[in-house]
Structure formats: structure tokens, C-alpha cells
């Protein structure tokens, strides 16, 4: 029986596989294929001795067995062996901060990180005294002359989830232990299926699984990974700290999601680069962001760290006004417009107004457009953005 901390992935048979028999323990199901939604904040103990005993399942905040189920399966996605639970994307990504920051000390964030991970930092970081230093995501081994003595998370997201730098993986992670400092990847593009950062030498790796791991577009919800127990005990400590709480119904979506992950990606992968090379050849497009293309900036080092691409990637449109750059966007059919991705729906947002860069400035030639494909048939996607794309001129 797996601890109350996730298991370690069994490796035993395909991703797919694993995926599907995870957290099928008869306690965890009560004979059924999913696991029971248990609503509980209580939860009655068998004996006076159970009351305090650690690992057990005692109060609804520490998790149930829905919890339970689920963290088996982000276990076998991110081959990891442990991972926490948080109430959305966010919270997975502050708390390594909230866990490992030391007030007055100082923090090393890739310049492509998400916006609202950026907010914290700036903002309830800054009030603490944390001093934090955002660095070009491309910058690799030259990361170790940032590195201060004080210096003690270092942060990247991989590929950045609006311009798409790929991050030298291994070289930031080695770099951050050498100097003893806690390094946390952002690993949501890939949906934990194409990318394994704590192979890489990551600390930690974390997952909006809101995004593709759902897959549904209705839940909030995120994981953080590691295979360091020391590192887990101190995630669960702030956890704990914070009173921190997943609401069974999000984790049986979300595991209802997980089931179907790695086939979906295959998909998602699949419909995008068919777009992403149409999108290129188009005249209306100077440049399509997307790592997985040959002529990207970061494809030697996706080839090299990824096995695959997820649905998410950016186009740069040729010079527009605002209004031209609406029109495109208005005209969509099939994209709706909306933040977030991952879902079986596609989306489109437009990026500009977003885009916060202090380190280095994205080579961005014109408007900065971010399209999620999802699981419709991209040949009416791509009906669908031709005749959309004639509303620029
Ligand atoms: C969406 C997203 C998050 C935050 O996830 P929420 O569940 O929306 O809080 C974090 N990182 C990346 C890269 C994301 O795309």
C-alpha cells in the first residue's frame, strides 16, 4: 500500500498502463474502478491509538482516499516519488518559494515565468525582504554567476507558456545543487508526460494540472513533484503551515483526467504541428513559437530533453494595429477566447498586454498571439484560422 505521500512509480509496463491501474487499491475504490469521493473533514479512527498515528488518514485537510488515488497516478506521470497536492496551478508554484525563500535572502526566476508567479515573487516575496533576480530562461551553465551566497530556489518554467524559450534543463539544475540551492521547474507545457525534469536533476517539478492532466477545462488544481524525501517532508511541513486544501470532487476530476492523459497528448502533439507548419507558410505570420519545429531557437535542446510536444504554442503576426489584431481574433470560429489551456477545446489569446520581461526581451517582431489546439480535427482548425487570418489585412 502506498504511504500517504504518493508512491514510487512501479515502471512496470507503458505509461498508459500505469496511468490506468493507478490508485486502484480495493481501500481506495471499495471495489469499484474509481475511487470513492470522499467528503469528509472527519474522519473516524478505529481505536484511541490510531488517533495520532503518522501517515494515517485522520482529518480531511491531510487528504482522503480520493487524494490518495490521485497522487498515485501524478506519481506514475512525473515518474516521481512523492507529490503533494495544491488547490490550483499557483499554489504549486508558490509554495517551494513559501517552503525553501528565506526572508531577506535572495531567488533566481526565469524572465518567462508564469505572470501570477511573478506577482508573488514582486509582491509578497519583496515584502519579506526576498530579493529576487529574473534571468534570460536561455542562459544555461552562465547561470552560476547569479548564483549569491544567499541565493536559495532557484525557478524556471520550461518551455516559458507564452513565448516558448526551452531552458538548458540539466545545466540549471546541476548549477543550483553545486551551489546547495533548491531548484523547482515549471512543468506544465508538457503535461508531465513529454518532459521529466527530476531525471534531469530538478528538486522539484511541478505541474498546473489544471491544464492538460485535467484536460476538462473544469477544474483548479496542482501538483508538486520530487524524489527527495527531505525536500517532501519540508513541502508537506508548509503545506500543513498554510492549511492548504484540494476539495475531493477537483481530485476525482482531475484523476478522471489523468486516466486519458497520455493518450490525449499523443493527439494534442499531434493536431499542433500540423497547424504550427501550416501557420508557417502563411504570409500573415512572421514567426510560429513552437520548439518542436526544426527552425526553432530552442529545438536542439527540446530533441534532446523532451520526448514529445504538447498543443500549446505561440505565432508572431506581421506588424498590426490592435483593432486588426481583434478582428483576427473575433473572427475565430472554433477557437474561443480564453486564458488556459490543455482542455479538449481550443483557444486563443492574444499576449502583449501579458508579456512582463525585465531580464532579457523576447525576439517579438510584432502582435504575439498563443493558440492551445485541442482535440477537434486541425484540418477545420485550420479552415478555421485561414479564414480568420483574412480579417488582419
Ligand atoms: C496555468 C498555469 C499555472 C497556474 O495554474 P492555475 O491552476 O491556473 O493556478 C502555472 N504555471 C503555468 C505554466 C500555467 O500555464
Not at 530556489?153 to 533548491?182: H, I
Not at 499576449?351 to 523576447?362: M, V, W
Request: proline content about 5%; aromatic content about 6%; hydrophobic content about 40%.
Amino acid at each position: 500500500m502506498a504511504s500517504r505521500g504518493g508512491k514510487r512509480t512501479t515502471g512496470k509496463g507503458s505509461l498508459s498502463t500505469r496511468v490506468s491501474h493507478a490508485g486502484r487499491d480495493r481501500k481506495l475504490t471499495l471495489g469499484g474502478v474509481n475511487p470513492v469521493i470522499q467528503r469528509a473533514s472527519t474522519v473516524v479512527v478505529e481505536s484511541a491509538s490510531k488517533l495520532f498515528e503518522p501517515g494515517g488518514w485522520t482529518y480531511g485537510r491531510h487528504g482522503t482516499a480520493t487524494h490518495e488515488a490521485l497522487k498515485e497516478a501524478l506519481c506514475e506521470i512525473e515518474g516521481s516519488a512523492h507529490c503533494a497536492l495544491a488547490p490550483s496551478g499557483l499554489m504549486a508554484c508558490i509554495i517551494p518559494f513559501l517552503a525553501f525563500a528565506k526572508p531577506g535572502g535572495h531567488v533566481l526566476v526565469g524572465d518567462n515565468a508564469y505572470g501570477p508567479t511573478r506577482r508573488f515573487v514582486d509582491r509578497m516575496l519583496h515584502r519579506w525582504g526576498c530579493e529576487a533576480t529574473y534571468f534570460d530562461p536561455e542562459i544555461g551553465a552562465g547561470i552560476a554567476s547569479l548564483i549569491r551566497a544567499d541565493t536559495s530556489v532557484l525557478f524556471v518554467e520550461s518551455p516559458g507558456s507564452m513565448t516558448f524559450e526551452v531552458a538548458d534543463a540539466p545545466a540549471l539544475a546541476l548549477a543550483a545543487r553545486a551551489a546547495g540551492v533548491t531548484s523547482v521547474i515549471d512543468n506544465t507545457w508538457s503535461g508531465g508526460v513529454f518532459h521529466k525534469p527530476l531525471a534531469l536533476g530538478f528538486d522539484i517539478s511541478v505541474q498546473a494540472n489544471t491544464k492538460y492532466v485535467s484536460g476538462g477545462a473544469d477544474a483548479l488544481n496542482g501538483a508538486i513533484h520530487t524524489d527527495s524525501e527531505t525536500v517532501f517532508e519540508q513541502l508537506k511541513d508548509t503545506i500543513a503551515d498554510l492549511g492548504s486544501n484540494v476539495a475531493p470532487d477537483d481530485a476525482y476530476a482531475v484523476l478522471r483526467g489523468a486516466r486519458s492523459l497520455p493518450l490525449r497528448m499523443v493527439q494534442h502533439e499531434k493536431a499542433a504541428l500540423e497547424v504550427a507548419r501550416w501557420l508557417q507558410g502563411h504570409p500573415s505570420i512572421q514567426r510560429v513559437l513552437h520548439p518542436a519545429l526544426e527552425t526553432d531557437p530552442g529545438h536542439a535542446l527540446w530533441k534532446r530533453d523532451f520526448t514529445g510536444s504538447s498543443g500549446l504554442f505561440g505565432i508572431v503576426l506581421t506588424k498590426a494595429p490592435t483593432g486588426r489584431v481583434h478582428a483576427f481574433l473575433d473572427a475565430l470560429q472554433l477557437f474561443s477566447l480564453g486564458f488556459s489551456y490543455g482542455g479538449f477545446e481550443s483557444l486563443a489569446i492574444h499576449c502583449d498586454p501579458q508579456l512582463k520581461r525585465t531580464a532579457r526581451k523576447p525576439h517579438l517582431p510584432g502582435p504575439l498571439i498563443r493558440l492551445s489546439i485541442g482535440l477537434e480535427d486541425p484540418a477545420d482548425l485550420i479552415a478555421d484560422l485561414e479564414q480568420a487570418l483574412a480579417a488582419l489585412d
